[in-house]
């Protein structure tokens, strides 16, 4: 079993429509990320989060401590949404983080 | 606000050369990680570095190695390069202990020849 679960792995949607991506983890966190990847691209921080919720635009992450359980949300979504979407979880005291498989998201027009 | 940076971005070079990967952390960031991702792969963890020591090492082959220098940049170096070292070689700064986040940086993509 993986210390850091994502789910689904593949996720296609239509503009506009609300998407979901889940992650559990089993580590100890000092914080959870949730990065986005576009194909060949590098990977960008979406949201750094230790507890509760954080919104940035059209996206929000929100993270349950004793359930160890988070949640990336994206309201409206754009076809530039399609990338995959990883969570990683870890800190603690080496600091070093342990990556989902990461979920392939596309946005069809 | 001033980020991680990385370079070079992109580099080739054939089997059993050498690559020197740079990375220069956020400003008052004084730990640097160092992630592979290879095609298709998750991230894992290579080693990491703390107030310029080694804090913690993850799947790091033998013929790689690294060090933090007194400014905090960090530097990868590898050597004796195999195909099968073609990836993306991330890093991430953080600041104090235990850290409350990383900042990853572009990248560095490494393809071997």
């Known amino acids: 079993k993986n210390e850091v679960e994502q789910s689904p792995q593949n996720l296609t949607a239509q503009e506009g429509e609300f998407i979901t991506i889940n992650c559990s983890y089993s580590?100890?966190?000092?914080?959870l990320h949730w990065l986005q990847q576009h194909p060949g691209g590098g990977i960008v921080s979406l949201f750094m989060?230790?507890?509760g919720k954080k919104k940035h635009g059209r996206l929000i992450a929100t993270i349950n401590i004793q359930e160890k359980h988070s949640s990336l949300h994206i309201t409206a979504s754009h076809p530039r949404d399609s990338a995959v979407y990883i969570c990683?979880?870890?800190?603690?005291?080496?600091?070093?983080?342990?990556f989902g498989k990461g979920t392939k998201l596309s946005v069809k027009p | 606000a001033a980020g991680v940076i990385q370079s070079p971005r992109h580099l080739i070079k054939e089997k059993r050369e050498t690559a020197t990967l740079k990375c220069y952390p956020i400003?008052?960031?004084?730990?640097v990680y160092w992630y592979q991702q290879g095609p298709g792969q998750d991230p894992q963890f290579l080693i990491s570095?703390?107030?310029?020591?080694?804090?913690d090492k993850g799947s790091i082959p033998d013929r790689f190695s690294a060090q933090q220098f007194s400014d905090y940049h960090s530097e990868l170096n590898m050597s004796s390069l195999e195909l099968g070292d073609s990836a993306l070689y991330f890093c991430?700064?953080?600041?104090?202990?235990?850290?409350?986040?990383?900042?990853f940086g572009p990248g560095t993509r490494l393809t071997v020849t």
């Open positions: 991430a700064s953080s600041r104090g202990r235990p850290t409350r986040g990383q900042y």
């Open positions: 580590v100890g966190i000092s914080a």
């Open positions: 989060l230790s507890s």
């Open positions: 990683a979880a870890g800190g603690g005291s080496q600091g070093n983080l342990i």
């Open positions: 400003p008052r960031h004084d730990t």
């Open positions: 570095f703390y107030e310029k020591m080694q804090s």
